[in-house]
Nanobody
Framework: QVQLVESGGGLVQAGGSLRLSCAVS????????WAWYRQRPGRQRDLVAR???????YYVGSVSGRFSVSRNNAENTVYLLIKVVKPEDTGVYFC??????????WGQGTRVTVSS
């Protein structure tokens, strides 16, 4: 059974930083590209950062330069470092494969709230 457990979110002031973690179990971690998805209030869930099996990182839109995605294959964990947070980074962050495993694979996410 797939388990994706995100953590590390919270309330942060604009300009600060935080590191999100995603602990993965029940799936072959090294066989997959992994991604962080963000769901802003009232919007759909969108991919914001992706890391391939060979650790190549890709970013979408304005997060490039501020977000840094990484993975630890020995610990089955994906990380997202967010630097110089902005109010538009507010949302719930989820991790999953690319494409997502299935509709039931999503974890509860970790909420990030940025105060200006």
């Amino acid at each position: 059974q797939v388990q994706l457990v995100e953590s590390g979110g919270g309330l942060v002031q604009a300009g600060g930083s935080l590191r999100l973690s995603c602990a993965v179990s029940g799936v072959r971690f090294t066989d997959n590209d992994w991604a962080w998805y963000r769901q802003r209030p009232g919007r759909q869930r969108d991919l914001v950062a992706r890391i391939s099996r060979n650790h190549a990182a890709y970013y979408v839109g304005s997060v490039s330069g501020r977000f840094s995605v990484s993975r630890n294959n020995a610990e089955n964990t994906v990380y997202l470092l967010i630097k110089v947070v902005k109010p538009e980074d507010t949302g719930v962050y989820f991790c999953n494969t690319v494409p997502p495993l299935n509709v039931n694979s999503w974890g509860q996410g970790t909420r990030v709230t940025v105060s200006s």
